[in-house]
């Protein structure tokens, strides 16, 4: 079944409280770029739903603006802003890994501390850190990484 594109709802910039870190949970290695992450979204949401995907090479790519409600995280979308690594899962396509190159983990780095300072006191959460997730995403444990 093929879903129609929605435009994202507005989101008040002022009210943005947290950051999301998801993996894509695409295999090891695997060069998957942001326009395909989110042709994917499209398919299952009908709309993108992270605002910067990180690719392999650690560019970041905006796929949506902060004042752009994602679809990152069930219920818990207004207000919080989802980036996403290209990888999280091992070259066998079989369990969670960390998977982040060092370009990828430093473009993290940067994008952690530009939303923490456009956004004083912005909460900073793996996707499986939400209340009620059970998924292994972003397969790393953000709080002590970032």
Same mark, same amino acid.
């Given at each position: 079944m093929e879903r129609l594109m929605t +435009? /994202?709802?507005?989101? @008040?910039? !002022?009210?943005?409280?947290?950051?999301?870190i998801h993996c894509a949970a +695409? /295999?090891?290695?695997? @060069?998957? !770029?942001a326009a395909t992450i989110?042709?994917?979204d499209i398919a299952k949401f009908g709309q993108v739903s992270y605002?910067?995907?990180?690719?392999?090479d650690g560019s970041?790519?905006?796929?949506?603006?902060?004042?752009?409600?994602?679809?990152h995280v069930g219920g818990k979308n207004t207000g919080n802003i989802g980036i996403c690594y290209?990888?999280?899962?091992?070259?066998q396509n079989k369990k969670p890994k960390d998977t982040r190159t060092e370009a990828q983990k430093a473009t993290l780095r940067r994008l952690v501390a530009e939303y923490r300072q456009r956004y004083p006191g912005i909460v900073l959460r793996g996707h499986r850190d939400w209340p009620g997730v059970a998924k292994a995403c972003p397969s790393f444990?953000?709080?002590?990484?970032l």
């Open positions: +435009t /994202p709802a507005y989101m @008040d910039p !002022k009210k943005i409280h947290s950051l999301t +695409t /295999p090891e290695g695997r @060069d998957v !770029k989110s042709q994917w605002h910067i995907v990180v690719e392999l970041a790519v905006r796929t949506l603006a902060d004042d752009r409600r994602g679809a290209v990888g999280g899962v091992d070259a444990d953000v709080a002590s990484a």
